[in-house]
């Protein structure tokens, strides 16, 4: 006993290590599992069960890594540690988010993707085919935007040329219009218009975007002030979620009480735009039309006569509250979960109008577009 | 399964040296080899087959050879036979695997589609471990060693999991000894904890940062970055494959280490080199060692005259390059050596002695260069990344360099400072055993929160 005690004391490296080693593999085999990852609003690996077929594939040892990643022990400790070692190096950037004047976070993109040219494609396409008027609004990114405000030489997105692009793609159409809302979104930058902890826009830039829509599309341009507004706090949004460094400062997300009639989900129905008990969760944003949905209508019924196709992703979700006060019902259609055929959809209402919206990175990305000209 | 993933250090080394600890002596090798196959098996079940007919067929040829000049048999005919076909299997599945591809498209890239590619992954680790058992079988031939009678023993050699995938080529008359009788004491298991740690730091604290840093530019694309970005890629692959592959090799000796073995130095600070040669005697020198030892030196070395000796020289780095990747990108690389190392033996070492500054700015710069032609597979490509690298009108617009000399620059000098063999002469150095056990701790720590958050972590030799 005497002896290994010497031992211990004279390498101590030793028992520390095997020590530290063994703890956490206890940790593993005592902690429950996590499900969902808070600060990185994801769900997680749960330890996976062993069987034949998933060992002889190889699924069951490639679950099983990823599981020792997702609940190390610890875990959110270790990886906020990272993000701090990382930032004390000197860097902006933490897993492809970089950190830039006045606190915001930008997502580090580097170049154009092959999808891009084909979701590019694929809208012109349906433009030319809808036989009525098509208006197309991609809102440029945070980088884009705020660009002044970029960590120095951070490599970017190219959204003018991809924004030349589409225009070359629509050209041809004399029924798609689109909508810039470069200029007036980039006149109002000090404004918050982007989080600064998410990849959204802010419901003001919304709104912004909103003053341009309705003037290419010829609304009645209505002042969403009249309605209750509320603000909800500490709001850390997508690009937090991966970066996770300190200092960061929280968002603070504004909404409007909107009233609606009913708001007809895939399923179930919901009588207001707003899911207020999502504001209590990580994934805030999330609560603007309670998420991204395959295929929504919002009915307000005011009596104007006129209803609106949207086709969009979830920049759309908190400017939906504007462009409810100009129509009677309007089917939000998002192509990621719409199994629907677009060309049924929208020869349900010949007389609606039809907008698109999208952030430019979405289209750089996403790969769903072909669904706006499949049958 | 990889030594820097939270898999190895949390659940493998903890099970696996619990019973390699506790069982007797003499089922040590037993535990070393079912724990070795679980560790290859985890990634690669399929190609463990290939294991294990290799390890019968050279366990097989090894004893038949012994029985066929033994004292009741004299057929040093039937022995030669027996060694051409043992050799003929290695170096046949090495080819049939690794090479099949390159050479089908090459030839179909001459006579028209005439032969079909049956699309082989590269077994793990295979170029290493038929390295090591080439070497079992050839110096039995040669007569320095004894045939292994023990299927076991052999075994254990050849899939021990510390250098079964990338090394070091630990040749078996370096541990035979070993795999026979070895005694595990509290100094080798301290020192091989330790050596453990510093490799896996280096392999994720600097080698998988400096790596971010060069994918970066393929996703850029080469053509849009400025030149001073240009060189700051090519100083970050430097740093990347050094510290990965030295890392693997301080991971591979260190555990080793902690199982009672003695594994060799693969790497000894090769970015300190004044020419190219001495660079190849410093940069994965078991690999370099197997070379001299079974080409170079049987196909008479240099005692045969000049032309000879440039000859052999050309063999050799002509099979160093293909050994690395089977693309003409590695062939060129090998190549690229050739020329240098040439020249040098020619005329250019002694001017290289006299003057120091010329000489390291030489060395780097090669390095450096010779890295581009091993990392860009593309030629079309190389050639645009080498026009960025020496094109003035590069160098316009640098704000992209500022953007990364800011986010890595941190990550280069460490890696530049621990190229050096500075930092490791102070930590031997340090004789406070608090400090030295604190910095061990420190690292380990560090590599752990990198590892809890990483989805980046490719070693970078495994693909050879």
Known sequence: ?375 | MVFSSLLFLFWFIPVFFTVYYLVPARLRNTALFLGSIVFYAWGEPSYLLLIFASIIVNWGAGVMMAWSCSDRHDMPRVRKLIFAAALIYDFGMLFVFKYTGFFVANINAVFGNILRDPGFTLPLGISFYTFQIASYIIDLYRGRIDAEKNILTLGTYLVMFPQLIAGPIVVYSQVSEKLHERRITWQAVSDGITIFVFGLASKVLIANNAGALWNDLEAIGYANISMPLAWLGVIAYTLQIYFDFNGYSLMAIGLGSMLGFTIPRNFDHPYISRSLTEFWRRWHITLSGWFREYVYIPLGGNRKGKIRTYVNLFIVWFLTGFWHGAGWNFICWGMFFFVFLTLEKSFLSGFLERHTVFSRIYSLLLIGLSWMIFAITDFTQLGVYMTRLFSPQAAADCRDAVYYLRNYGTVIVLGCIFSTPSASRWFDGLESKTARCGIVLILLFASVCFLADAAYNPFLYFRF
């Open chain 1, 1 to 375: 006993m005497n002896k290994t005690l010497r031992y211990i004391i004279e390498y101590p490296v030793v028992v520390l290590f095997f020590g530290i080693c063994a703890a956490m593999f206890a940790g593993y085999l005592i902690c429950p599992d996590n499900e969902y990852s808070q600060m990185e609003n994801r769900f997680l690996q749960q330890r996976p069960a062993v069987s034949a077929p998933s060992v002889a594939d190889g699924s069951y040892m490639e679950s099983f890594e990823t599981y020792t990643n997702e609940q190390v022990p610890f875990r959110d400790i270790l990886v906020r540690c990272k993000a701090a070692f990382v930032w004390a190096t000197g860097s902006s950037e933490n897993n492809g988010i970089a950190r830039g004047q006045r606190g915001l976070l930008f997502d580090k993109t580097m170049a154009v993707s092959a999808n891009a040219h084909k979701n590019i494609a694929a809208i012109g396409d349906f433009a030319a085919g809808a036989g009525r008027d098509v208006y197309i609004a991609v809102a440029p990114t945070s980088v884009w935007v705020n660009a002044e405000d970029l960590p120095v030489g951070m490599p970017v997105l190219d959204e003018a040329a991809l924004a030349d692009e589409l225009g070359a793609a629509l050209a041809g159409s004399k029924n798609a219009h689109i909508i810039d809302m470069y200029d007036i979104l980039s006149e109002n930058r000090s404004d918050n218009i982007y989080y600064r902890t998410d990849h959204h826009w802010t419901t003001r830039g919304a709104g912004y975007a909103y003053a341009a829509i309705a003037e290419s599309m010829g609304l009645d341009r209505q002042d969403i002030g009249r309605y209750e507004r509320h603000e909800v706090y500490d709001f850390l949004g997508t690009f937090y979620a991966r970066y996770k460094g300190p200092f960061v400062l929280a968002d603070t997300i504004e909404y409007y009480d909107v009233p609606v009639d009913e708001l007809e989900l895939s399923d179930r129905s919901e009588h207001d735009l707003i899911d207020t008990a999502g504001f209590g969760g990580f994934d805030k944003y999330g609560a603007f039309m309670y998420g991204n949905d395959g295929k929504c209508v919002v009915h307000a019924d005011k009596g104007i006569g006129k209803n609106l196709y949207i086709f969009k992703d979830s920049y759309a979700n908190c400017l939906i509250p504007y462009l409810v006060m100009n129509y009677d019902n309007i089917t939000v259609i998002d192509l990621r979960y719409f199994g629907g055929s677009v060309s049924e959809e929208i020869a349900g209402d010949e007389d609606a109008d039809i907008l698109l919206v999208y952030n430019m990175s979405f289209i750089n990305d996403d790969n769903h577009f072909y669904k706006l000209v499949s049958r």
